[in-house]
């Protein structure tokens, strides 16, 4: 889950390296492609956003990563980002004993 602030440019910016650094962490894990997101935060201050929702959803479709915009003062939709990656795992886990169930018989 990568996290930035609409509100301070420098948090965006920074997304870059800390997404690449989070893909080199699964890769060296060797647990196939993980589950990602970009959450947009403080999105109920729209008066003093430096970084616009197209930008942040160009930049999470070149990262394969799932686009979420967040309001936690709010409490908007804080809970969706979260919600989606426990969906996504239980689909993956689902998957996987399908695969081992299919092996066994």
Known sequence: MAVYDVTNRASFEALGAWVTEGLKHCAAKGKGEPVGVLVATKTDQADFAQVTAQEALEFAHAHSLAF??????????????????????????????????????
């Open 68 to 105: 979420f915009e967040t309001a936690a003062a709010t409490g908007r939709d804080v809970d969706v980002p979260f919600n989606f990656i426990a969906a996504k795992f239980q689909e993956q886990y689902d998957k996987k004993i399908k695969e081992i169930q299919e092996n066994i018989v």
